[in-house]
């Protein structure tokens, strides 16, 4: 009932809309922070994430960190493309630093495509709209205000905390800086383990709040290119031994097939805490398939939604194409790009075999692209971290189940965990089954998540800072 009673103020609040006067001294500076956070355009093609972190590290100087506590970091041959860490020194000698991770750079947006600017942070009914609102300024706003904000209060945490602010997550082939961190400056970011974006809410059509998660490991992105090559000739004398054909046999075997069935113990207990209490074929199936994970009556269910389908397995799909010399010629070589989302614990070496297995034609090759990465490891269930998440979570949203998820997407979590610092997507913000708009038009974030997402992150640090 209390649950019910939750959800129906959540909706309510996703239809306010918050003006300075109805916002608290400490919301109204954090809304200054994200306002600037968002109108600092950090695209790939003509912002600075440079220009973002140098303002962020501004305002913790103005709160009082020292010289020595804010470390700028660019290299030469990407100069907008920079970033920031920041530490709050701990009181304790013994007790490993955390560390708060967060992306400054965002997906591209023409404001053509767009109903408001997407550089402009526009409040109308009941949401944020701006490009980076949910992905994921809205966080690096929320870690900014918050070592602000512990100055200011005079924290004095046991555990070290230490802030980075980055550039590169959204391009692969773009200048990363938490991969370059941990590669050159380790211990500038050494930590027992690390916040990050990736997880987060679900709200159902109503607004009420259903699920928090959080990520406790994703998916590893692995590119291939796929190619077929032919000797051509004059288009005047068609032949079926045509590279663009082959090419496409090709691909429809890459659709047809279906990696199997694959569960940790993330996704069990996803499925397992997800599903419980809700009586409809889906929620039966998921408590079903943590069950058993061969029940193919449920694992048929669960694959309706291409959320779930993705959760259980790797998979692959064709996303670039090319082909052809000229409009009066036979192709003498016809191409693909092919994108995979390797479950936890899989290897390029197996995705590709499987890949080739399926398509069964040696005259399409498969050539794995850089960057090729370990096999993705998710971090542990670990108690001392998942714990203070239920807890807080139960003040903030009280009914409603934390859960654990594994994102079928990547984060720089990726360059961070083979370097021996585990790291979580944090709980607190939410959307609605419409989603946010990341990476596409008119991105929103709901003005009641912001808030209280953020209030939500604040106790959860305190918490582990002092743990």
């Known amino acids: 009932m209390f649950g019910r009673m939750l959800g129906a103020a959540l909706a309510l609040g996703l239809a306010h809309t918050a003006t300075a006067a109805d916002l608290r001294p400490d919301q109204v500076k954090f809304r200054e922070v994200y306002k600037e956070l968002v109108e600092t355009n950090t695209s790939l093609s003509v912002g600075s994430c440079t220009e973002a ?9 103005a709160a009082g960190f020292a010289d020595s506590d804010i470390t700028y970091f660019s290299v030469p041959e990407h100069p907008k493309d920079g970033g920031v860490v920041a530490i709050l020194k701990g009181t ?3 007790a490993k630093p955390m560390l708060l991770l967060g992306h400054l750079d965002v997906v591209e947006a023409k404001r053509a495509d767009w109903t408001r600017d997407p550089f402009t942070l526009i409040e109308e009914n009941g949401y944020f709209y701006g490009r980076g609102t949910s992905d994921m300024k809205v966080i690096d706003a929320t870690w900014v205000d918050m070592l602000v ?4 209060e005079k924290f004095q945490p ?6 980075a602010l980055t550039c590169g997550e959204e391009t692969i082939n773009a200048f990363n800086g938490a991969d370059w961190l941990a590669k050159n400056k380790r211990e500038l970011i050494d930590a027992e383990f690390a916040l990050n974006e990736g997880g987060g809410g679900r709200a159902d059509k109503d607004g009420n709040l259903q699920t928090q998660g959080v990520q406790v490991g994703e998916k590893v992105v692995q590119q291939f290119r796929m190619e077929t090559v032919n000797a051509g000739g004059h288009s005047s004398v068609p032949i079926r031994d045509n590279a663009i054909y082959q090419l496409a046999q090709g691909l429809l075997k890459v659709r047809d097939y279906e990696f199997p069935l694959t569960m940790n113990d993330t996704t069990r207990a996803f499925f397992a805490k997800a599903g419980a209490g809700r009586t409809d074929p889906t929620g039966k199936a998921m408590v079903a398939i943590a ?3 061969t029940d193919r009556a449920a694992e048929a269910e669960l694959n309706k939604d291409r959320g779930f389908h993705s959760m259980l397995r790797t998979t692959c799909v064709a996303t670039l194409l090319d082909g052809g010399h000229a409009e009066n010629a036979l192709p003498q070589r016809a191409g693909a790009n092919i994108n995979c989302r390797m479950f936890p614990g899989s290897s390029m070496e197996a995705t590709k075999a499987a890949l080739e297995a399926a398509i069964g034609d040696p005259g399409v090759k498969l050539t794995p692209l ?7 490891t998710p971090p542990p269930l670990d108690a001392k971290i998942i714990g203070p998440m239920e807890k807080v979570a139960a003040k903030y949203f009280p009914g409603v189940p934390l859960v654990p998820t594994m994102s079928t997407g990547a984060s720089d979590a990726i360059y961070l965990i083979p370097v021996g610092i585990p790291t979580y997507g944090v709980p607190g913000f939410w959307s609605g089954p419409e989603g946010s708009g990341a990476h596409g038009l008119n991105e929103h974030m ?10 939500y992150l604040t106790d959860l640090v305190k918490v582990l800072a002092n743990g």
Request: aromatic share 4%.
């Open 53 to 61: 972190a140098a303002k962020m590290g501004a305002r913790l100087k």
């Open 92 to 94: 304790s000698k013994t």
């Open 446 to 455: 709901a003005v009641k998540s912001v808030y209280t997402g953020r209030d």
């Open 370 to 376: 850089q960057p090729i990465r370990a096999k993705p």
């Open 149 to 152: 904000r512990f100055k200011a």
């Open 291 to 293: 069950k058993d994970p």
């Open 158 to 163: 046991k555990r070290t905390i230490k802030l």
